[in-house]
C-alpha cells in the first residue's frame, strides 16, 4: 500500500477499541487479511485485534477507504464483534 492517510480515528471507550477510518492509495484492492495486518502495523496493533468493517472503493480509482476497529485484546473483540459462518465452522474443528 502506497500512500496512507487517517481520515478519522475516535476512542470508543465503552467497547474498549478505537475506531478509525483511513485513506489508501494502492493499485489492486486489498484483500481483508492485508489490510488488517497493514491496519494493525501503522497503529502498533496485532492483527488479531482489528476488526476490518469495510473496504470501499471506486470503479476505476486507486483510493479505497478502510473502516476498521482496533481493540486493546482479542477477548474484547470476540464478545462484540460477530463471527462468519466460515469462522465459527473452523472453531468447532
Same mark, same amino acid.
Given at each position: ?12 471507550? @465503552?467497547?474498549? #477499541?478505537? +475506531? !478509525?477510518? !483511513?485513506? =489508501? ?22 492483527? +488479531?485485534? =482489528? ?6 472503493? #471506486?470503479?476505476?480509482?486507486? =483510493?479505497? !477507504?478502510?473502516? @476498521?476497529?482496533?481493540?486493546? =485484546? ?8 460477530? #463471527?462468519?459462518?466460515? !469462522?465459527?465452522?473452523? @472453531?468447532?474443528?
Amino acid at each position: 500500500m502506497e500512500k496512507f492517510t487517517i481520515i478519522t480515528q475516535k476512542q470508543n471507550p @465503552a467497547f474498549n #477499541r478505537k +475506531e !478509525v477510518e !483511513v485513506n =489508501v492509495e494502492t493499485n489492486t484492492t486489498p484483500k481483508i487479511s492485508e489490510a488488517a495486518e497493514f491496519i494493525a502495523k501503522e497503529f502498533s496493533s496485532n492483527a +488479531e485485534n =482489528v476488526k476490518i468493517k469495510k473496504i470501499k472503493g #471506486r470503479f476505476g480509482s486507486n =483510493v479505497f !477507504v478502510i473502516t @476498521a476497529n482496533i481493540y486493546a =485484546v482479542q477477548e474484547d473483540k470476540d464478545k462484540i464483534e460477530t #463471527r462468519t459462518k466460515k !469462522v465459527k465452522k473452523e @472453531a468447532k474443528k
